[in-house]
Structures are given as C-alpha cells and as structure tokens.
C-alpha cells in the first residue's frame, strides 16, 4: 500500500501520517501499514474533523482501512494548498481523549442458505456457528464494494470461510455474509461471492435518511440472534409496510 511519492505530514501521532497524490484531483492519507484499532482510530478522528470542513475544492472524501481519499477540484485548490489545509486541521488532534466508537446492535436470524456448509467446513455444528459469529463486538473498518457496506474486522477464525467459486448473481438486502475471515452484511441487493449465514431485518442503506448509511467507518457492533417472528416484526417496521 505504500508509494514512492509517500511523504511524511510531520504530525505527532502514534503512527506518522503520510501522503501521496492519486491522479491529479486526490490526495491519499496513508496512515500505516498494519489493520489494527489503533490505525482505524487515527482514521476516525481525521475523519472527524472533515466531515464538516468547510474547505473550498474539496469535493468527497472515502476512508478506508488505512487511509482516506479526499477527493478535490484542482481548479481550486492545489494539492500543496490542501495539503497545507489538512496539515493545520491534523496538528489540531488530540491524542486524548480517545474517539469513542458508536455501538450498534445488528439483529440476525441465523436462516442462511450457506449456514450448513459454513458449520461443515469448519467442523462445527450450526449452533456453534451461530454462537462463535454472535460472541464479538466487530468493528466497521470500512464501508464500500457498494453503498453502505461494512467491512467488519474482529472475526473469530474458527468461523473462517473462503468465498464461493461461483458468485450469485444475487444477494438480497440484509444478507449476512462470511468471506475469508471477515463477515459484512450486504445492505441492497447485489451479486456477491460471500457465504451466507443469516440475514437483518434492518434496512442498513436508505437514501431518504439524512445519513444514509446506518453504519460507519469506527462503529462497533453487535450481532444478536432473533427468532423468525422477530425478524418480521423487525423488518416491517425498519421498511415501514
């Protein structure tokens, strides 16, 4: 993930922040080399101060699990411009206290189609399966692939799927999935390759909230098991029919 144009913002932080231009309308934070919470936490309070910049040029930013994007209009701002901008919001970061990560509580029915084969590959029974994935708090280390889809690390191995070999050519909204060694859930309905073990009755991307995305980069959440009646109830009332 590194690049030889990397430079150093000369920022005090627990890992040095380092920059690289993509294209010539984005700037690349990089914040290290490792997916750790520690790296997450330094993305979330740089996040925290641009999401409400107020910075003429700047169009988007994305984080991601090492870095953001921030995306701007070269007609503008210049990249030495914005960099000289980030520089002064960055040397404003305290290291305390500490970004305090929002918890979010996921409910599931554990009634995925890949829910027996995940429990076969792994040895386990479908109980145990449900139990391991259920146990931890994840964190949302990035939202992407499409809107609103969170990327969650904190998986326990023992659960560890690899993908299918042959994707499906759909996925429906609220599907719970497991890849390797991370877990998502798909928040629209979308080709996937992940194995699914579950499904929300919460609707996680909807353009008519004011923050479209019910989950965000730093989060922390919890999967919490429910019985079919629940997830009907649920789901009638998170898709208001």
Not at 26 to 38: M, N, R, T, Y
Not at 192 to 216: A, C, M, N, V, Y
Request: proline residues 7%; glycine residues 8%; hydrophobic residues 40%.
């Amino acid at each position: 993930m590194g690049s030889s144009h990397e430079q150093s913002l000369g920022i005090a932080l627990p890992n040095s922040i380092r920059h690289y231009p993509m294209g010539d309308q984005a700037i690349v934070l990089f914040f290290g080399d490792s997916l750790s919470e520690a790296v997450n936490t330094q993305v979330r309070k740089v996040v925290a101060c641009i999401e409400n910049w107020s910075q003429p040029g700047v169009i988007e930013y994305v984080p991601a699990y090492t870095t953001i994007t921030i995306y701007y209009d070269p007609l503008t701002i210049t990249y030495q411009g914005l960099l000289a901008a980030l520089q002064t919001i960055v040397q404003d970061i305290s290291d305390d206290p500490k970004y305090q990560a929002v918890k979010k509580e996921i409910p599931v029915f554990y009634n995925g189609d890949d829910l027996a084969y995940v429990a076969q590959y792994n040895g386990l029974t479908e109980e145990e399966v449900i139990h391991i994935h259920s146990a931890p708090e994840y964190r949302v280390y990035m939202i992407g692939f499409v809107p609103g889809f969170p990327y969650l690390g904190g998986m326990d191995s023992r659960i560890a799927t690899a993908r299918k070999e042959v994707p499906r050519l759909k996925i429906e909204a609220g599907a719970v999935g497991i890849a390797g060694q991370q877990t998502g859930v798909y928040p629209i309905a979308t080709p996937g390759g992940w194995q699914i073990i579950g499904h929300t009755p919460l609707q996680l991307f909807d353009l008519k909230r004011e923050k479209p995305s019910l989950l965000e980069v730093g989060d922390l959440v919890c999967f919490v098991p429910i019985t079919y009646d629940e997830f009907v109830q649920l789901k009638a009332a998170s898709y208001g029919h």
